[in-house]
């Protein structure tokens, strides 16, 4: 996929414990797999709890659709009420890519899907 | 800082052992500091060594400036040689942001600052 395209790039630093965290992150990206304009996750997080997680789409409307999934809306209020204790969110337009490519199809991106 | 800004998302892969990187990193949190039209930077690393930094910028001219920064170049090469087993590089458009705002005082964006 050559830009430009979309980045919506999450940083979180997580509470204590997993109350349902890990689970959750597996299923939500098992759902942004299946969305239209889905091109990739890459996500990584370090001992101290502070994670970041950046996924890739066709367009805006693609992430917007992705908001309004049910599932991700139930996700994003126990983010805010359970498993984060602060977050930010940001939507980016990528102008410029170097380095390996970003895989587009799905198995291939699996090595990049760490959870966060 | 409000949108727009840019945000410059580098994911990669370490090699296994610090070969001098951890002295690096933060040699170049510490020199991009310094650089016109930094705002801070997000860096979070799995212990399976994938990690993400993303640093944000004013301008597009700002990024330009840092790519050309002569220790960051050294560090580009030792990079590519002998510290990620892979990397990407991607240049992106903030263009809304939500959450915590991004903290544009230096001291105030130190919690935000983990090494990568």
Known sequence: MEPPYYAVIFSSQRTDGDHGYAAMADRMVELARQ???FLGVESARGADGFGITVSYWATEADIAAWKQQTEHLMAQTLGRERWYAKYSLRVARVERA???SLQTN???????????
Chains 1, 2 share one sequence.
């Open 35 to 37: 969305q239209p304009g």
């Open 106 to 116: 799905p198995d291939d991106t699996e090595p990049q899907s760490h959870r966060a």
């Open 98 to 100: 170097y380095g390996h």
